[in-house]
C-alpha cells in the first residue's frame, strides 16, 4: 500500500523558512519523480515543484522560483521541501504526490503552512 506523509508545517513569520518533508512507503521510492502541490482556501490546487527519480533534475513554478528548493534522499524514502523567503500568500496546506504504475496517483494527507505576522 502506498503512503505518503508530509510533515514540517506550521506557523511562521513573513521572512521565515520552513521545511517540508514527505516519506513515502509502499513502492520504489528511487524509481518515481515527486512532485509538491499546495492548495490555499478557495484555491485550485498549485504545482509547485517536480525532481527527478535521482534528484538531479528539477523544476518550479515561477511562484516559487528562487524561494523554494526540492530535494529528495532515496535512502530515507524521503522527498524535501525547503521554503524560505516566505510570504502570506504562501499559507496553503502543501502537499506531496506520486504518480504510480499504471497512472495511479498518490498524495499525502498535507501539512498546513501558515504565514503570519
Known amino acids: 500500500q502506498v503512503h505518503l506523509v508530509e510533515s514540517g508545517g506550521g506557523l511562521v513569520q513573513p521572512g521565515g523558512s520552513l521545511r517540508l518533508s514527505c516519506v513515502a512507503s509502499g513502492f520504489t521510492f528511487s524509481s518515481y519523480p515527486m512532485k509538491w502541490y499546495r492548495q490555499a482556501p478557495g484555491k485550485e490546487r498549485e504545482l509547485l515543484a517536480h525532481i527527478s527519480t535521482g534528484g538531479r533534475s528539477t523544476n518550479y513554478a515561477e511562484s516559487v522560483k528562487g524561494r523554494f528548493t526540492i530535494s529528495r534522499d532515496n535512502a530515507k524514502n524521503t522527498v524535501y521541501l525547503q521554503m524560505s523567503s516566505l510570504k502570506p500568500e504562501d499559507t496553503a496546506v502543501y502537499y506531496c504526490?506520486?504518480?504510480?504504475?499504471?497512472?495511479?496517483?498518490?498524495w499525502g494527507q498535507g501539512t498546513q503552512v501558515t504565514v503570519s505576522s
Open positions: 504526490r506520486v504518480l504510480h504504475a499504471l497512472g495511479v496517483e498518490y
